[in-house]
């Protein structure tokens, strides 16, 4: 599920219909030990005696991260690419394969809950395609953990040449929408693709079952409702997709990443089998089944929306689904009294705030940007996870886990009458969604005039934005440091499936000229949404709402360390040709000693790499590293192995750089962060330490949670300090900034903004050797910053003055204190001697590429310290 918390409400504009209550004050717990949303005045039953209440899942994670480097290895490395079969056009239905089975694991958390392991899956699946031609099993990945993802299709038997009709007609409606829109074929034949992914967190278990108890009943009804849904339509269901989370019983996978916020990173193998199935079946309609809220919370969403959305299409057919899964969930008759489940709500028709869909960080969000027209989360009612899954009775676990499959069954089967009622005018209005796209056309505002039969749409819910003419990611000299970052971020787009063509001439538009080999983004094309939410700079929306549910900023374009601008028209007589992946960057000079940038990640792990060798690299002022022209061969193999270039230079470097050996106690995001930049690294934490732990192994130290010092034994604190006077600290955020503190290494006093705060902001760079070409803007999540700054204290970076929030969402807290005009002007990222301090969150969820090699600096530089206290 996703999780709430509690925020004073915002004054609602009039309405025709009751006041939207806000979604996170209206959290209580029912007799069920459940999450209730009550849209009405009741009062919920209090909690019962031994069950206390759940807790939103935060989302700053506090704790000290212990992923194993396996899942890391596997979701960096090409072995977990999504499947090619899942975009595979050559073949009909069904697609038959015999699965080899899974070891039988009895400690599967799913047994408990009397509900399918992992293990039992594949079997399953087996006999399901035995049962007639309907069902087909393809693996479309695996998973961190290395387990298999199973993409099951349900649909009429197809042919060949069906098959193939069926993907023409899907590549019109995307690439010649408007041709699609007047064609007969379509309206006649396409067949409507539906996509229901499960189990995404893998300790809400119950929508694996439920979609498996469907394909059975589909795979041999015989009624004429199915043979016409199944003739059709074809339906998707990614059995689960988290495995790893599934058998732990985690919310994560084995990576120690939430998935379902993983969508604009895509940082996982299992994100990524999802988008590969997003672009290649196009699907219309999604539904991605969660626990647990009871009532079963069915969306559309309270405001704020998403501003790059065709959401006048969305909400329409989203709203309208969502009445339809509400009507079959209340309908099967389960009670508060008799069984302690709440009637279902709809979070935009119920509630006022806190349920929003502004990031396309959760899969129906994202999946709008795809075409997407009728997507929700639908989270089931009875918690089974977390403290109940440890204190309840096994029969009490299993009476709440066959209410949620069958409420998860109900929302299914009401989505299949809707796509089968509805199957022209979903496909018409997926097709609608392209058209303006590739036209640039204007988007439609929402009201109750545009977006007829759905009740109480109001000034709040009205998110448009203005979409440039194109954008530029430029070429050449100017553009020299960031060419690694561009080549990502152009791989990155295109695996999104946005469209992206090369220069192969200079170009002067806008009073600048853009050198050959200058890629460009046309913002006419059908995916014109996906392209601006991940380029675009995003919004302050800090006034439209109390808060947000997540992250409210992630914009690529400041964030990835590419340089993005905006142009106001397409260059003209530049012959742009599209491209299929980035030009490639590896390239080492033939003589000489070389010089290796330190702007980028890919660029520090191919350093690690040469340390790892025994190359002698020296720094130089600017922080790059000079290597000698000896272990030419030796870089050679680095630049192909991680793309990044080796120039020539007579620079000579100041001080030599060695193998650094770091112990984290880092989040699960910032751990994987340090093994992409190939980082040799112990994970640690206050249960570590205390256990005894061998310091010589390791050069520095990096803290920003689930380390505190006044929790450490006296053996411990004393192991530390003495580590310490002969080594550096690198802090980041709160928990950091408190271990610093603690052991003395900088006069320096962290201050703590609002905790909720969260967004891209402006900062100023000092041009020293740890920040010298770090790019202009930082994220923060609950961010810090430094005062009372000793004289050995190095400002590195500040927050801009004025506003520094660029997008997101930062308000003052309820004191008053903490908002972005009290960070201000103030150092953000601060050096001494011992210690570098982080107030922004440069790792945070792997994502913030271009802010990677500020730390990568900084452990090298922490690394060298000695001496220090």
């Known amino acids: 599920m996703r999780t709430t918390r509690t925020v004073p409400a915002r004054p609602v504009p009039a309405r025709p219909v009751p006041a939207r209550p806000v979604l996170l004050t209206a959290l209580a717990l029912t007799t069920a030990g459940s999450l209730l949303l009550t849209p009405h005045t009741a009062v919920a039953d209090p909690q019962p005696p031994g069950h206390p209440p759940v807790h939103r899942e935060a989302a700053l994670d506090r704790n000290a991260a212990r992923t194993p480097a396996s899942a890391a290895q596997r979701a960096l490395g090409t072995a977990e690419a999504p499947s090619a079969a899942i975009g595979d056009d050559s073949r009909g239905y069904p697609r038959r394969q015999v699965l080899t089975p899974d070891p039988e694991n009895p400690a599967d958390k799913s047994i408990k809950l009397g509900l399918t392991p992992y293990h039992a899956i594949a079997p399953k699946l087996n006999a399901l395609q035995a049962l007639g031609d309907r069902v087909s099993v393809e693996i479309a990945g695996r998973s961190a953990g290395g387990h298999r993802l199973y993409l099951v299709t349900v649909t009429a038997p197809e042919t060949t040449g069906q098959a193939r009709t069926q993907a023409r007609m899907r590549e019109l409606i995307e690439n010649a929408p408007a041709l699609a829109a007047k064609s007969r074929e379509i309206r006649k034949s396409y067949k409507a693709p539906v996509f229901f992914n499960n189990n995404i967190h893998g300790n809400e278990w119950e929508g694996t079952d439920a979609g498996l108890k469907l394909i059975e009943r589909l795979a041999t009804a015989t009624d004429a409702r199915t043979r016409d849904l199944l003739s059709h339509s074809r339906l998707y269901f990614n059995i689960t997709a988290n495995p790893d989370g599934r058998i732990a019983g985690t919310r994560a996978n ?36 969660h626990g647990y809220v009871n009532g079963t919370l069915i969306e559309p969403t309270t405001p704020p929306h998403g501003e790059n959305y065709e959401y006048d299409l969305f909400l329409k057919n989203t709203y309208a689904n969502a009445l339809r899964m509400e009507s079959a969930v209340n309908g099967l008759g389960y009670t508060p009294q008799k069984d302690g489940v709440q009637p279902a709500q709809i979070p935009f028709r119920d509630q006022e705030e806190g349920w929003d869909d502004w990031p396309p960080i959760f899969t129906p969000q994202y999946a709008a940007f795809h075409g997407t027209v009728a997507a929700h989360t639908v989270e089931i009612p009875m918690q089974v996870n977390n403290n109940a899954y440890n204190t309840l009775p096994q029969a009490e676990l299993r009476r709440r886990s066959a209410i949620n499959v069958d409420v998860a069954g109900a929302a299914l089967r009401a989505t299949l009458d809707f796509v089968r009622e509805r199957r022209t005018s979903l496909i018409a209005d997926q097709i609608e969604v392209f058209r303006r796209g590739a036209a640039g056309a204007a988007q439609v505002p929402v009201s109750e005039e545009t977006v007829p039969g759905v009740p109480g749409i109001g000034p709040e819910d009205v998110y ?89 900023g992630w914009s690529l374009g400041r964030l990835w360390g590419a340089a993005v601008e905006t142009l106001p028209r397409m260059p003209y007589g530049s012959a742009l040709r599209p491209v299929r992946a980035a030009t490639p960057v590896a390239y080492v000079a033939p003589r000489g000693d070389l010089r290796l940038r330190l702007d980028d990640p890919n660029e520090v792990a191919a350093l690690n790499a040469l340390l790892r060798q025994g190359v002698e690299v020296r720094r130089a002022a600017d922080g790059s590293a000079i290597v000698p022209g000896s272990a030419r061969r030796q870089a050679v193999t680095a630049a192909r192995a991680h793309d990044v270039a080796f120039h020539g230079t007579k620079l000579t470097g100041t001080a030599p750089l060695h193998r650094t050996r770091v112990a984290a106690a880092v989040t699960a995001g910032e751990l994987f962060a340090l093994r992409e930049m190939n980082f040799e690294v112990t994970p640690v934490s206050t249960a570590v330490l205390n256990t005894g732990f061998d310091w010589p192994s390791v050069d520095v130290l990096f803290v920003s949670a689930g380390l505190e010092y006044g929790d450490l034994t006296a053996p411990a604190r004393t192991a530390l300090d003495a580590f310490l006077d002969g080594h550096g600290l690198v802090g980041r955020g709160a928990t950091g900034a408190a271990l610093n503190t603690a ?107 271009g802010e990677f090699a500020q730390v990568g600096r900084a452990l090298f530089s922490m690394a060298q310290a000695s001496g220090t206290r």
């Open 464 to 552: 448009t934005t203005t979409f440039p003419r194109a954008y530029v990611i430029p070429a050449g000299t100017g553009a020299q440091r960031s060419a690694p970052a561009a080549a990502r971020l152009v791989d990155h787009l295109l695996a999104n499936d946005v469209r992206v063509s090369r220069a192969a001439h200079s170009f002067r538009l806008g009073g600048r000229t853009y050198a050959k080999g200058s890629y460009v983004i046309d913002m006419r094309q059908p995916k014109r949404g996906l392209a601006n939410v991940l380029l675009a700079d995003g919004r302050d929306i800090s006034a439209e709402v109390s808060a947000m549910y997540d992250i409210s």
């Open 254 to 289: 084995a990576g120690g990443f939430d998935m379902n916020r993983d969508f604009v990173t895509a940082s996982q193998p299992e994100t990524r089998a999802m988008r590969q199935i997003m672009v290649a079946k196009q699907p219309a309609v999604l539904l991605d089944l």
């Open 743 to 849: 052991t003395g290494l900088l006069a320096a006093k962290p201050v703590e903004g609002n905790g909720d705060a969260n967004g891209v902001v402006r900062v100023v760079n000092s041009g020293s050797t740890l920040m010298s070409g770090a790019p202009g803007h930082g994220f923060v999540y609950a961010p810090v910053w430094f005062t009372g700054l000793g004289p050995n204290v190095r400002v590195e970076q500040a927050y801009a003055t004025g506003n520094p929030l660029v997008s997101g969402h930062w308000r003052v807290a309820a004191d008053g204190s903490g908002g972005p005009a009290d960070a201000a002007g103030q150092a953000s990222v601060v050096s001494g001697p011992g210690a570098v301090l982080f107030g922004t969150e440069p790792l945070f969820r792997d994502h913030p590429k």
